[in-house]
């Protein structure tokens, strides 16, 4: 299943950029694997989204979790929302 995890960062800038290599290391596995679908900040760099695909909620929130970024405080709050397509091209025609 499809899981969007929308992430607000805190306002410390040089921390997000000092682990920017861990936690963009840390994401290529899920890539790897398959449960990341898509990821990205916000043109505001105020937080990020990432689509996962999971067997569940709480895997996805586990994801978010053993984020570098979450460790050091980087990450201040999420959310994981059930998330009904992970491309255009997986939406089309299915209504």
Request: aromatic fraction near 12%; charged fraction near 25%; proline fraction near 3%.
């Amino acid at each position: 299943m499809n899981f969007a995890a929308i992430i607000e960062y805190g306002d410390d800038k040089a921390k997000v950029k000092a682990l920017h290599a861990a936690h963009r290391e840390y994401l290529r596995q899920f890539l790897e694997n398959g449960q990341l679908r898509a990821a990205g900040p916000f043109a505001s760099d105020a937080g990020a989204l990432w689509v996962l695909d999971t067997e569940t909620a709480e895997q996805a929130d586990d994801i978010v979790k053993g984020d570098p970024y979450t460790a050091a405080g980087v990450i201040k709050a999420w959310k994981v929302r059930p998330f009904a397509y992970w491309s255009a091209q997986g939406a089309k025609g299915a209504r």
